[in-house]
């Protein structure tokens, strides 16, 4: 089946609380389950996603939740970013990328490519010095796609779940008057 290759990111705003809530949870399961206990699972994801810390969430001007969807309107994938957050080992103020998921079924057709793109157009309108982010150092793939789109690693810091001490990278994407990236075109599935 060839994927069509339309793709919508949208600002996700209140009235999106569900689907957020579901993707949200439904994409970190699917990926990252194995770093938790059960209980710390479900603990970890209430931090962002309890009803009262998303809704708080979705209402902050410092916070932008975004959706991606296929050309079908199904939702596979949203990111979270966060405005003016200092970058913890270089000290760069700029849009925090705190999270980035698709849908296992989604991954590697090129949605995240173009979801980026999209970040980093609204980071550079939103004259933000640099897009940062934290990634598992065991994400290998993770981290080939942030440096495909130009973030380099500058560090790593530790992150604590409930059964592991896990080491990340810290990766940075300087935004300047030139922020042109291309991303790949979409890819169709098997
Ligand atoms: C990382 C992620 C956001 C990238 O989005 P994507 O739509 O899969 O990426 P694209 O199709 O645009 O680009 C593909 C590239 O991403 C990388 N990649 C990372 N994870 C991948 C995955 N699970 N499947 C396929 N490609 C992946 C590869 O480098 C790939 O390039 P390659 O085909 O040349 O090897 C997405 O794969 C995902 O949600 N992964 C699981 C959750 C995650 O790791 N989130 C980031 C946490 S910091």
């Known amino acids: 089946m ?5 793709v919508v990111i949208k600002t996700a705003s209140t009235d999106d609380f569900s689907v957020i809530q579901s993707i949200g949870c439904k994409t970190y399961r699917e990926h990252f389950a194995s770093i938790w206990s059960p209980q710390g699972l479900e603990e970890f994801l209430s931090r962002d996603f309890s009803d009262p810390a998303l809704q708080k969430s979705l209402s902050s001007p410092q916070h932008l939740w975004l959706l991606v969807q296929d050309s079908r309107s199904s939702v596979v994938g949203y990111a979270k970013i966060n405005w003016d957050k200092q970058e913890p080992i270089s000290g760069i103020v700029g ?3 705190q999270k980035i998921y698709f849908s296992a079924s989604a991954t590697g057709r090129g949605y995240g490519s173009k979801a980026i793109e999209h970040i980093i157009s609204v980071a550079s309108k939103r004259d933000q010095a640099a897009i940062w982010l934290n990634v598992l150092t065991s994400n290998q793939g993770g981290q080939r796609f942030y440096a495909n789109a130009g973030f380099t690693s500058v560090g790593e810091v530790q992150f604590d779940t409930d059964i592991a001490k896990i ?3 810290t990766m940075v994407r300087r935004l300047t008057a030139n922020n042109s990236f291309k991303p790949k075109p979409l890819r169709g599935s098997a």
Do not use: G, T
Not at 2 to 6: F, H, I, R, V
């Open 2 to 6: 060839k994927l069509n290759e339309s």
């Open 95 to 97: 849009a925090e990328l």
């Open 167 to 169: 080491e990340m990278a």
